[in-house]
């Protein structure tokens, strides 16, 4: 998994596993999904992600398996 964050263009993108990206669908306003050719996520961007998350939380990663 990947996840990158482009401060200049406010974005944050989560890349779950390589597969080839067939379909994007906007879930919510800003929200959108990336779809393999399964019909699985693969990816999800979140755009104006400032407005949604305190910059200070983006700056520090907590992983958890539960």
């Known amino acids: 998994m990947k996840i990158k964050f482009d401060e200049q263009s406010d974005s944050i993108y989560i890349r779950f ?4 990206i067939i379909e994007s669908e906007e879930v919510r306003p ?4 990336d779809f393999n050719n399964q019909s699985q996520v693969v990816g999800i961007e979140i755009l104006r992600v ?3 998350i305190p910059i200070t939380n983006l700056k520090r990663l907590q992983f958890e398996i539960a």
């Open 50 to 52: 400032q407005e949604r």
């Open 30 to 33: 800003g929200i959108l999904f």
């Open 17 to 20: 596993d390589e597969s080839k």
